[in-house]
């Protein structure tokens, strides 16, 4: 006992000695720390809502050729250098992997005095994407030539009293809104000079440390956050106009507003409502002179409403209002002033109500900043019916505005990773951008979630804990497409051990029949109609067709995985696994009357959930396939009729229809997947510039789940297809149906693939140009012929 309790002092002491960096400690104990000290105010709350700014004035002789530094904030920063703004960050993450970035200051900096700044905010509870410990700063030099820089208690801190939040409106909360807070922003409260030392009025005090930074990794433990670089490329950032004005009220309309300046009287009510015409994520940027003591709210929202709560045509102004997220700005009478909120916040609709005191109020610009991952659209897809064009250009807007820092379930609401989501958000970051950086995050942060069950959260990262047991399964199926569309093997296996838990927690939950048994958490599939809260039914000892189905597929990529990375012993469990789920739905689920796969054994409910992915995995053999496929989709597609009674059934959402074109395509059925797109044509028509979360009434009107279109036209109409991991050869498989002339470009990480097709009553011709060392297979109308790289051309009957 006496050895332990030294152990634990001596670890207590070496811990304190290291905080203060008072002490030598023998290399190996330094392993991983910084001598950056983390460091918050001494008076202002840690863990609480709250806006910090620090600074640190230092003299160079000379401007350096390099300057690198390393910095970091919880939750997060906007950093500057001679009141030059250079990044924010940092990206999310959790505490264990919490990122840093890095910049080269060199350029903005200069003989003589230098001033290094930043602004971090803790928005507390919210927003739910972001995990934190407590509010804080971070900066370390690379090298000694930089260690000036250091935080540590040379630099200052004073507590930004004039930015708050606000609550989130009534009407708003109830749509499970969880994203940024509503700021205001109090001109006569703020420090308007803060990162200017020598204008600066603030109540600037001395920094508490709260210890020494550390790598994840390190031999000491001193403090939560265990930093890591981050992968990810600063987003992107740029100036845009914000809208025009398409309603005013109290005032007459301005017309070169924005743009030009123009003046609001004293006591004076005015409404300005601006019309971006499609949905955007950025940050507003207002400017304005005088107006003391005047308010001044911005309203984002992705759509108007209607008097019954409705948004209807999203174009349509006329008898509807705005509601939604909000930021006050409060004017203090001053020569020109620049309102920003911290947050970015995503709109087509914003509104300003301002409401000016006894000072005129001069409105002199309001613009904005769009930001975004910045992904780049590298994939082109073309054909002779126009109506394709829309679907894919909105498709494209909708995956931009939901991807950021991480993937995003929606930009407006939740700002989440979500597994399901993220899937597809993924494949066409792949396909259509050729780019990988975000799905790596992604793919890591959802093995980094798993919980000691051996589960993966459902959305992460997130402040709160959410199980989605069959999200879990889809993330097997992620990393395979990964694999399939990225290669890079070394990161695939890294996954591995995550992948074995997840099915080794459902192969215990596997009923002796073969199917899975009753599951706990929320084991959602999709937000039909009657599905309860998403979730399929089940009968009271599980034995959900839909859930197996989902399990069969994850079994079936986790045996691939396993036999190109693994553990055969693994691939022949999982293999057995897959035949005795198979046989049981056949056996206890599929209703020779309808002819089609029952939700549970009891055949009480149907769905075309069951069906798609029935179709998809060979569940429902090959000869029924087409008529399965042709029933289900009788229900909700024109064109489609089935040949026998029909049951009642639960019908897939835009988000599941991804996986109907999968089977669609699988069961020989490709050239009508252009019959699939009246949803979105639909959509289209309703005004919407960005895919809805679901069918009208929808609440979100961006998410990227539904916009597969954009992957489904590559894969499906183009045909353009992995043959084997990383694209090291390909398939080309075209479904053109009623299409004459198709164009495509498909990045992949051996090069470009370029398609151009054109089909009359001889047959097709193809003119195709594969990547250097990359062959592949043409299949058309059954035949196959081989390709090789470089430029060719196919003439096929």
Not at 23 to 40: D, F, R
Not at 129 to 142: H, K, M, N, S, Y
Not at 709 to 721: Q, S, T, Y
Request: glycine share 6%; with cysteine; proline share 7%.
């Amino acid at each position: 006992m006496k050895i332990k309790f030294f152990a634990i002092a001596s670890l207590t002491l070496l811990i304190a000695v290291v905080t203060t960096a008072s002490a030598q400690l023998p290399p190996e104990a330094l392993k991983g720390l910084w001598k950056a000290q983390w460091i918050t105010s001494p008076t202002a709350p840690q863990r609480d809502t709250v806006v910090l700014r620090f600074r640190k004035v230092f003299e160079m002789p000379q401007r350096p050729e390099h300057f690198v530094v390393h910095v970091s904030a919880d939750t997060q920063f906007i950093f500057c250098v001679n009141q030059h703004e250079i990044g924010r960050g940092p990206s999310r993450s959790d505490l264990a992997h919490w990122k840093y970035e890095t910049y080269d200051l060199a350029k903005f900096l200069r003989s003589g005095k230098n001033e290094i700044s930043a602004t971090v905010w803790n928005f507390g509870v919210v927003p739910l994407a972001q995990i934190t410990d407590r509010t804080a700063f971070v900066l370390q030099g690379e090298t000694a030539n930089e260690a000036v820089a250091n935080t540590d208690d040379s630099w200052e801190v004073e507590e930004e009293k004039g930015v708050q939040t606000l609550p989130t409106p009534p009407e708003t909360q109830r749509s499970y809104y969880v994203a940024e807070p509503a700021e205001r922003i109090d001109g006569a409260v703020l420090d308007w000079s803060w990162n200017d030392a020598a204008s600066s009025h603030g109540k600037w005090e001395k920094p508490s440390s709260i210890g020494n930074a550390l790598l994840r990794g390190a031999v000491l433990q001193n403090n939560n956050w265990q930093l890591m670089p981050d992968p990810l490329p600063a987003m992107q950032m740029e100036l845009m106009p914000v809208g025009r004005v398409v309603r005013a009220t109290g005032i007459e309309s301005p017309a070169k507003f924005p743009g030009s300046a123009f003046e609001i009287p004293a006591h004076s009510k005015v409404s300005l409502l601006l019309d971006q015409a499609h949905l955007i994520t950025a940050y507003p940027e207002l400017t304005v002179t005088g107006g003391a003591h005047s308010t001044i709210r911005l309203t984002y929202a992705e759509a108007l409403f209607d008097s019954n709560g409705l948004k209807g045509n999203r174009n349509e102004i006329a008898d509807k209002h705005i509601v939604g997220i909000y930021d006050e700005f409060l004017p203090d009478g001053s020569q020109p002033r620049r309102f920003v909120p911290l947050a970015w916040r995503t709109w087509r609709y914003l509104q300003l109500d301002i409401d000016t005191s006894d000072q005129p109020l001069r409105l002199e610009d309001l613009r904005c900043w769009f930001t975004a991952f910045p992904f780049e659209e590298r994939a082109r897809f073309s054909s002779d019916d126009p109506s394709l064009m829309p679907i894919w250009q909105i498709g494209w807007r909708t995956a931009r505005l939901d991807a950021h820092d991480t993937y995003m379930d929606t930009p407006y609401y939740e700002r989440m990773q979500y597994i399901g989501d993220t899937r597809i958000q993924a494949l066409i970051s792949y396909t259509v951008a050729g780019d990988d950086r975000l799905a790596r995050q992604a793919i890591q942060a959802f093995n980094d979630s798993r919980v000691p069950d051996g589960l993966t959260r459902s959305r992460y990262p997130s402040s709160v804990t959410q199980m989605i047991p069959t999200f879990s399964l889809l993330w097997i199926g992620m990393l395979h497409d990964f694999w399939m569309y990225r290669g890079d093997d070394e990161f695939v296996k890294a996954q591995l051990p995550g992948t074995r838990t997840v099915l080794d927690w459902f192969l215990e939950r596997q009923r002796s029949d073969g199917l899975v048994g009753n599951i706990t958490w929320w084991p959602f599939v999709d937000w039909g109609k009657d599905f309860a809260f998403g979730m399929p039914p089940q009968d009271v000892d599980g034995g959900s067709s839909p859930i197996t189905l989902q399990y069969i597929e994850a079994l079936r990529y986790g045996a691939k995985l396993e036999s190109a990375f693994g553990d055969p012993v693994r691939v022949q469990r999982y293999r057995e696994a897959e035949s005795r789920a198979v046989a049981a739905i056949r056996k206890l689920c599929w209703n020779d009357t309808y002819g089609l796969i029952a939700d549970t054994p009891s055949q009480k409910h149907y769905s075309q959930h069951a069906n798609i992915l029935g179709v998809w995995l060979d569940v429902i053999p090959a000869e029924k396939q087409k008529d399965v496929l042709t029933k289900i989709l009788s229900t909700t597609d024109p064109g489609f009729t089935a040949s026998s009674p029909v049951p009642d059934m639960t019908n897939a959402t835009y988000y599941f229809r991804f996986y109907l074109a999968r089977a669609l395509n699988h069961a020989g059925l490709g050239d009508r997947y252009p019959d699939l797109l009246k949803p979105w044509k639909d959509m289209v028509a309703l005004g919407l510039t960005t895919w809805a979360e679901q069918p009208e009434p929808t609440r979100s009107d961006s998410h990227a789940w539904s916009a597969h279109p954009n992957f489904d036209f590559l894969a499906i109409v183009a045909g353009i297809r992995p043959k084997t991991p990383g694209f090291s050869s390909v398939m080309i498989e075209p479904h053109l149906g009623s299409l004459h002339n198709v164009s495509a470009v498909l990045p992949t990480p051996k090069g470009m693939i370029e398609l151009k097709l054109t089909s009359n009553a001889k047959g097709l011709h193809a003119e195709v140009d594969l990547p250097p060392n990359v062959s592949g297979d043409f299949v058309w109308k059954g035949k196959t012929t081989a390709m090789h790289p470089g430029n060719q051309e196919l003439h096929l009957p």
